[in-house]
């Protein structure tokens, strides 16, 4: 991983020592709130429903031991003991007293972290694949070039003030696991005639207008990245909308004049910076490159018969492995996924005493590393297939192998009208209510893949609109409600929910669920999973069993 130079800590301290003086002024009466509020939102900053929320940084998703113990001590001192996962992979503390915030910073920069640009409009935290690096259906590492996007776009002053905030996922595989198509830009990793390039999409995003981006360009060739990006960035600060937040984002923008007006844009805007001195060279490439290269894997071959004996020994082993450990391409490793999805449990939360031992343990079984994923849980990604049985029976005691990954109850969830100021409806109580409904593992299972997501209003941090089922949050005359959404999906060929019908109360949800899966298990033809299934029969007969009972 990506490791700091002398610039680099300078630059961060600097930041915390300007944000300590801010803060001073501000609960001094020196400052304003709202010539405070540019200055906090530059620092990953909220005040919610009750307290502040800080989010902070982790590019790409990826986090050293170190890091994790301090996330674990912050959460302990300072918090409620415990840390959230967002669907951006950084973390966030729910209830930081405010005063407090440039003394977490500070520690924060003792172990190469900060909360710059994590909110604001601005270029936000560029994401990739959970598994980028290991995966075995990998065709090349995206992680160098997310910390290239990163490096060229932290204190970029063309872009610390855009119409809106900004959001750049790069896939590298032949799975899209980084949802790029719902991206201000995708970028997804691609091979001409032997030539490394990118295929750029633009103008992707969920919240309150959600759109797939449009394709502007097929091959980028790899040399022209940072240009191109700029491109893109600067017809979207110099044509988007700032007279109106709602249309404000660049989605908007490339709708309103037409993907291939706006690509003629980008290309000819691009013809002033091409070439120029944001070109890329093999020396810099290399320069990043050097901080991701393999760790020091041992010559191993793949465990089948003694992973097929254990299966056969453990049902619930066998389980866990099905659903939360996945293949790699070294032989005789594999990256597992420890759930943060456990029925009772805010999906997404991790406790300070599970970060630690979560820190202990990639120590022990996975080079001291630890990655977030979008999907709200957290991976080991480089263990031993010989010690994935060892390692499940921690796992099983710290509360993070429930195997449900890519399943049910592996819910993606906002914190919802439980802490959020913006929120028209709680999304922890929907969560919970449906892991209950469905408990039974077996029943789990036989369902098998399934995304359901769940936000608390249009901003969809839950990602509503992608998820096979989504739920969204909705104001009924001050009592909530909740909509209902199905069809949509994250992956390759993305595509959105087409909403069910009315909205339903809170109770009636875990019903209302039910329903919609009895649909799919009766109508489904042989491993067809629940999008596949949608996509064959329509929304119709999920709507005729949803509604008629209500009549």
Same mark, same amino acid.
């Given at each position: 991983?990506?490791?700091?130079?002398?610039?680099?800590?300078?630059?961060?301290?600097?930041?915390?020592?300007?944000?300590?003086?801010?803060?001073?002024?501000?609960?001094?009466?020196?400052?304003?709130?709202?010539?405070?509020?540019?200055?906090?939102?530059?620092?990953?900053?909220?005040?919610?429903?009750?307290?502040?929320?800080?989010?902070?940084?982790?590019?790409?998703?990826?986090?050293?031991?170190?890091?994790?113990?301090?996330?674990?001590?912050?959460?302990?001192?300072?918090?409620?003991?415990?840390?959230?996962?967002?669907?951006?992979?950084?973390?966030?503390?729910?209830?930081?007293?405010?005063?407090?915030?440039?003394?977490?910073?500070?520690?924060? *920069?003792?172990?190469?972290?900060?909360?710059?640009?994590?909110?604001?409009?601005?270029?936000?935290?560029?994401?990739?694949?959970?598994?980028?690096?290991?995966?075995?259906?990998?065709?090349?590492?995206?992680?160098?070039?997310?910390?290239?996007?990163?490096?060229?776009?932290?204190?970029?002053?063309?872009?610390?003030?855009?119409?809106?905030?900004?959001?750049?996922?790069? %896939?590298?595989? !032949?799975?899209?696991? *980084?949802?790029?198509?719902?991206?201000?830009?995708?970028?997804?990793?691609?091979?001409?005639?032997?030539?490394?390039?990118?295929?750029?999409?633009?103008?992707?995003?969920?919240?309150?207008?959600?759109?797939?981006?449009?394709?502007?360009?097929?091959?980028?060739?790899?040399?022209?990245?940072?240009?191109?990006?700029?491109?893109?960035?600067?017809?979207?600060?110099?044509?988007?909308?700032?007279?109106?937040?709602?249309?404000?984002?660049?989605?908007?923008?490339?709708?309103?004049?037409?993907?291939?007006?706006?690509?003629?844009?980008?290309?000819?805007?691009?013809?002033?910076?091409?070439?120029?001195?944001?070109?890329?060279?093999?020396?810099?490439?290399?320069?990043?490159?050097?901080?991701?290269?393999?760790?020091?894997?041992?010559?191993?071959?793949?465990?089948?018969?003694?992973?097929?004996?254990?299966? *056969?020994?453990?049902?619930?082993?066998?389980?866990?492995?099905?659903?939360?450990?996945?293949?790699?391409?070294?032989?005789?490793?594999?990256?597992?996924?420890?759930?943060?999805?456990?029925?009772?449990? *805010?999906?997404?939360?991790?406790?300070?005493?599970?970060?630690?031992?979560?820190?202990?343990?990639?120590?022990?079984?996975?080079?001291?590393?630890?990655?977030?994923?979008?999907?709200? %849980?957290?991976?080991?990604?480089? !263990?031993?297939?010989?010690?994935?049985?060892?390692?499940?029976?921690?796992?099983?005691?710290?509360?993070?192998?429930?195997?449900?990954?890519?399943?049910?109850?592996?819910?993606?969830?906002?914190?919802?009208?439980?802490?959020?100021?913006?929120?028209?409806?709680?999304?922890?109580?929907?969560?919970?209510?449906?892991?209950?409904?469905?408990?039974?593992?077996?029943?789990?299972?036989?369902?098998?893949?399934?995304?359901? %997501?769940?936000?608390?209003?249009?901003?969809?941090?839950?990602?509503?609109?992608?998820?096979?089922?989504?739920?969204?949050?909705?104001?009924?005359?001050?009592?909530?409600?909740?909509?209902?959404?199905?069809?949509?999906?994250?992956?390759?060929?993305?595509?959105?929910?087409?909403?069910?019908?009315?909205?339903?109360?809170?109770?009636?949800?875990?019903?209302?669920?039910?329903?919609?899966?009895?649909?799919?298990?009766?109508?489904?033809?042989?491993?067809?999973?629940?999008?596949?299934?949608?996509?064959?029969?329509?929304?119709?007969?999920?709507?005729?069993? !949803?509604?008629?009972?209500?009549?």
């Amino acid at each position: 991983m990506y490791v700091y130079d002398q610039y680099d800590q300078h630059i961060i301290e600097d930041r915390v020592r300007q944000f300590r003086d801010q803060t001073r002024r501000f609960l001094a009466g020196e400052l304003g709130g709202e010539e405070f509020r540019p200055l906090r939102l530059q620092n990953g900053l909220y005040i919610q429903r009750f307290a502040p929320m800080l989010r902070v940084a982790v590019p790409y998703g990826l986090l050293s031991s170190t890091q994790v113990r301090k996330l674990a001590d912050i959460a302990r001192k300072y918090d409620k003991g415990y840390a959230h996962i967002s669907t951006r992979t950084n973390v966030q503390y729910n209830w930081p007293e405010l005063e407090d915030v440039p003394e977490i910073l500070a520690e924060l *920069a003792t172990v190469q972290m900060h909360a710059i640009q994590t909110s604001g409009n601005c270029i936000r935290n560029t994401t990739t694949d959970q598994f980028a690096g290991v995966a075995k259906d990998e065709l090349i590492d995206p992680r160098p070039w997310c910390e290239i996007i990163r490096q060229w776009s932290t204190f970029h002053p063309e872009f610390a003030f855009l119409p809106r905030k900004f959001k750049i996922a790069v %896939n590298g595989a !032949v799975s899209d696991r *980084a949802a790029t198509e719902v991206h201000d830009i995708g970028l997804e990793c691609v091979e001409e005639a032997g030539e490394l390039g990118f295929r750029v999409t633009v103008g992707g995003g969920l919240g309150r207008t959600p759109i797939v981006g449009s394709l502007i360009r097929p091959f980028l060739p790899w040399r022209h990245l940072l240009t191109y990006l700029d491109a893109v960035l600067r017809v979207y600060n110099r044509y988007g909308r700032r007279d109106n937040k709602f249309k404000a984002r660049i989605k908007i923008l490339v709708k309103a004049l037409t993907p291939e007006v706006f690509a003629e844009r980008v290309e000819a805007e691009w013809q002033h910076l091409k070439d120029g001195p944001n070109t890329l060279t093999d020396e810099e490439v290399q320069r990043v490159s050097q901080y991701f290269v393999d760790p020091q894997y041992r010559q191993l071959e793949d465990q089948d018969d003694l992973l097929a004996r254990l299966d *056969a020994e453990h049902p619930g082993f066998a389980r866990w492995r099905q659903r939360n450990v996945v293949a790699h391409k070294k032989p005789g490793y594999a990256a597992v996924t420890l759930s943060l999805k456990s029925t009772a449990v *805010a999906p997404g939360d991790v406790t300070d005493k599970q970060l630690h031992t979560i820190a202990d343990l990639a120590d022990r079984y996975s080079f001291g590393e630890v990655r977030n994923s979008h999907e709200q %849980n957290m991976i080991l990604a480089d !263990v031993e297939q010989e010690r994935l049985f060892e390692l499940w029976h921690e796992l099983r005691e710290l509360g993070v192998a429930t195997p449900n990954i890519g399943l049910l109850t592996d819910i993606i969830c906002c914190p919802g009208g439980d802490f959020c100021s913006l929120a028209n409806a709680k999304s922890i109580p929907i969560a919970e209510s449906i892991q209950r409904r469905f408990d039974d593992l077996d029943y789990l299972f036989d369902i098998g893949d399934l995304d359901l %997501n769940i936000s608390g209003c249009m901003n969809a941090c839950g990602h509503h609109h992608i998820g096979h089922i989504g739920i969204l949050g909705v104001d009924k005359k001050g009592a909530e409600f909740y909509q209902v959404s199905l069809g949509g999906s994250a992956g390759r060929n993305a595509s959105l929910g087409q909403i069910l019908g009315p909205s339903f109360a809170q109770d009636a949800m875990p019903d209302v669920i039910e329903k919609i899966i009895n649909v799919y298990v009766e109508q489904r033809t042989e491993d067809e999973r629940f999008i596949d299934t949608f996509r064959r029969i329509g929304i119709a007969p999920f709507k005729e069993r !949803v509604y008629a009972a209500n009549h």
